[in-house]
């Protein structure tokens, strides 16, 4: 456990808040689960272990990314990932898939779950940057997000998504000092791994495929279709670089838009 806290130390310095606490949170599970950190055959044989009882690759590697993390600090070289297998992609996403999704939403999540979807769908926030919003990065009309080491930008908040916040807002039962707009069922804050298989279930009970990344691209599609330069839509997308919205884009001009795509924007609803 020195050894932990000393590694703490060094990657608090290194890694944005949010991948230290899901590293941190790993690894102690990892020495729950009487993982030596210091003995790579120890680790390695969990692994294993959790293979024949059925993990998949993809959650066995959250915790090898975690615990290259620590042998990288140790000076010590790092133990191969799973190669996973490639997700079935999509072109696009649709109007009626995100309709599919909001109708797809129920129980006593139903509006936090809806307002997650809003956003992705509605200002193309990162994932990363839904999870840790926190309330007082909530203004009039508009979001400020935190992207990777802590870089911040500011997004607007359509009329809809303002509308479904404060619904939320009204209900949100968090603990006491827990300031994250997104809670669990404890009240505490939701977990990157919670969000994540909360919209995945969404989206297979809705009968659509879904990730954040092709809510980014629905949005950014909009958008050029609302008129939108790419240098304005790359400020909104906060990248950094305009040759990652080209890529946003680049099969825009050979698609042909649904009936459904030519009728009212959802941004304005």
Same mark, same amino acid.
């Given at each position: 456990m020195e050894d932990l806290e000393k590694f703490q130390n060094y990657a608090d310095a290194k890694y944005a808040s949010y991948t230290m606490m899901n590293t941190m949170r790993s690894l102690r599970h990892l020495i729950k689960e009487g993982v030596d950190l210091n003995n790579r055959e120890s680790f390695k044989n969990w692994i294993l272990k959790m293979k024949r009882k059925g993990v998949i690759d993809k959650t066995l590697n959250i915790y090898i990314k975690a615990y290259n993390r620590y042998l990288e600090w140790k000076g010590e070289e790092k133990i191969k990932p799973y190669k996973e297998m490639k997700p079935f992609k999509t072109a696009r996403a649709t109007e009626e898939d995100y309709k599919k999704q909001i109708d797809a939403c129920y129980g006593y999540t139903e509006i936090r779950n809806k307002l997650m979807i809003d956003l992705l769908f509605k200002t193309g926030i990162r994932y990363r940057e839904l999870i840790n919003i926190r309330l007082e990065d909530i203004k009039e009309d508009t979001l400020i997000v935190r992207r990777k080491g802590q870089k911040i930008r500011e997004v607007y908040l359509p009329r809809s998504v303002r509308d479904l916040l404060k619904e939320y807002l009204k209900i949100r039962k968090a603990k006491p000092g827990n300031n994250f707009l997104f809670v669990n069922y404890y009240g505490d804050q939701l977990t990157y791994a919670g969000g994540r298989q909360t919209l995945h279930e969404i989206a297979k009970r809705a009968g659509v495929h879904f990730s954040p990344h092709i809510a980014g691209r629905f949005y950014a599609r909009k958008l050029y279709q609302? +008129?939108?330069? #790419?240098? &304005?839509? /790359?400020?909104? *997308?906060?990248?950094? &670089? *305009?040759? $990652? $919205? &080209?890529?946003? =884009?680049?099969?825009? &001009?050979?698609?042909? =838009? $649904? !009936? =459904?795509? /030519? +009728? $009212? !924007? #959802?941004?304005?609803?």
């Open positions: 609302e +008129g939108y330069d #790419i240098e &304005k839509i /790359r400020l909104l *997308l906060g990248h950094e &670089k *305009l040759d $990652t $919205t &080209k890529t946003y =884009l680049k099969w825009i &001009k050979r698609m042909q =838009l $649904t !009936s =459904l795509e /030519r +009728g $009212t !924007s #959802i941004f304005y609803i």
